[in-house]
């Protein structure tokens, strides 16, 4: 019998793994007939906030962006979002990224669909338009090699440039695969890992990781990861971009 005292969730000063086994669900006033799970947020000294909504009988999704702008990704399952008037079908792989001061809602949600959300209050730029809704897929054909090693591959999802000041990525490693060097970096992460399993170092802590977990990482914190197991290891990340360092 598994011990109910044990897991593998850690939450330090700049960094947390939070594996669903430790997961209490919130209500979100607007976010109807699901499960919410509030995963990151300022609570724990982040930047950003990430979520995972599971979708029981019934469910929709409605509200207004207000400071924050927040990315839905369909981690899996199908519905219809309708962002500022555009209405889009998605399943597993799609997202829709809305802006500030937008209206959102979810319908036509099927029962057991999880969708992650990323949120981050929103850095104006001077001579730099808002950025626009923005819907789109995880499309390993547009996931180039990074950094010359066969296997690593990072999708951007997002338009790269001044008028975003948040990225979302998708990195995916071969089982064998590993980050280049320690990264050690101004920017924050919240992650969900979509497939696989591997070995994190955060900070110089080793944890090991696997599908459905999720990591915050705050700025500095050192990162490492190498992945192992018999498929791919795959993960959908955030990253605070494009601002000046104050
Ligand atoms: O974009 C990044 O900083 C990315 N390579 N970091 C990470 O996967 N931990
Ligand atoms: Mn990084």
Redesign the pocket.
């Known amino acids: 019998m598994e011990i109910p005292a044990l897991t593998r969730s850690v939450v330090k000063h700049n960094h947390a793994i939070i594996a669903p086994d430790g997961y209490i669900n919130s209500n979100v006033p607007g976010w109807s007939n699901c499960t919410v799970n509030v995963i990151i947020n300022e609570d724990m000294g982040a930047g950003l906030c990430q979520t995972l909504i599971t979708a029981n009988q019934d469910c929709t999704i409605k509200g207004r962006t207000q400071a924050s702008q927040i990315f839905f990704y369909v981690v899996e399952g199908s519905c219809t979002a309708t962002v500022n008037g555009t209405e889009k079908a998605l399943k597993t792989g799609q997202f829709v990224y809305v802006p500030i001061e937008n209206d959102y809602s979810f319908t036509n949600i099927e029962t057991g669909t999880r969708i992650l959300t990323f949120h981050k209050v929103y850095e104006m730029l001077e001579g730099f338009d808002v950025p626009e809704v923005t819907f789109g897929e995880k499309d390993d054909s547009k996931a180039p090699v990074y950094m010359n090693d066969e296997a690593l591959r990072i999708q951007e999802l997002l338009p790269n440039n001044n008028s975003w000041d948040m990225a979302v990525n998708i990195f995916t490693y071969q089982s064998g695969g590993h980050?280049p060097m320690v990264?050690t970096?101004i920017?924050e992460?919240g992650l969900l890992y979509l497939q696989g399993q591997g070995v994190y170092m955060l900070d110089q802590c080793w944890y090991p990781v696997k599908k459905g977990d999720s990591i915050w990482?705050a700025p500095y914190c050192q990162?490492w990861f190498t992945a192992m197991g018999k498929e791919p290891a795959v993960y959908i990340?955030y990253?605070n971009v494009n601002r000046f360092p104050t």
């Open positions: 980050l990264e970096h920017m992460h990482m990162q990340y990253k």
